[in-house]
């Protein structure tokens, strides 16, 4: 009987159905961490990130960061590689510049804002350098995890927004 049970295709149906849930349907793949994530930022475990100006925080995830890297890198890594600015103004993300902007944009608010409408570093008119991510594109989480990397790498990442990355 249990001969029968074990033959030869049923074992390779029981072998596929095995690697594809492990490829296809595991939580863990689903869940991945970039590895520049634990590498560069040493993120491991959910942060507290400033999330307003009034002090309140909010945590992010690894897997957070990571798809807010992984949206920076298809969204905004043409102008920001490293952090820098490529084009006009030529004024990076480095932690220093995002607290030197008005508002300051050293907090999930205000870097969500600036990319939903983007203006100028002192807020006196609207910028077209940067382009405008409306909700219909990018969803408020999305956003929120691409400010989380930006904040993250401008806490931690060396060389980010330098001219030497």
Request: hydrophobic share 40%.
């Amino acid at each position: 009987m249990l001969h029968r049970w074990f033959s030869v295709p049923r074992l390779w149906a029981i072998l596929a159905i095995c690697l594809g849930s492990m490829l296809f349907g595991s939580p863990a793949l689903a869940d991945k961490i970039d590895p520049y994530v634990i590498q560069y930022l040493r993120v491991t475990q959910p942060i507290a990130l400033e999330y307003d100006s009034g002090g309140q925080k909010r945590d992010f995830s690894p897997q957070d960061l990571s798809s807010g890297k992984q949206l920076f890198k298809t969204n905004c890594l043409t102008c920001h590689v490293g952090g820098s600015t490529l084009p006009n103004p030529p004024i990076s993300l480095s932690l220093k510049a995002l607290k030197g902007a008005t508002p300051p944009r050293d907090n999930i608010t205000n870097l969500v804002a600036y990319m939903r409408h983007p203006v100028n570093y002192d807020s006196s008119a609207e910028t077209y350098w940067c382009r405008e991510v409306p909700e219909t594109w990018l969803s408020q989480q999305q956003v929120e995890n691409i400010a989380a990397f930006i904040l993250t790498a401008a806490q931690k990442a060396p060389g980010w927004g330098t001219e030497e990355f």
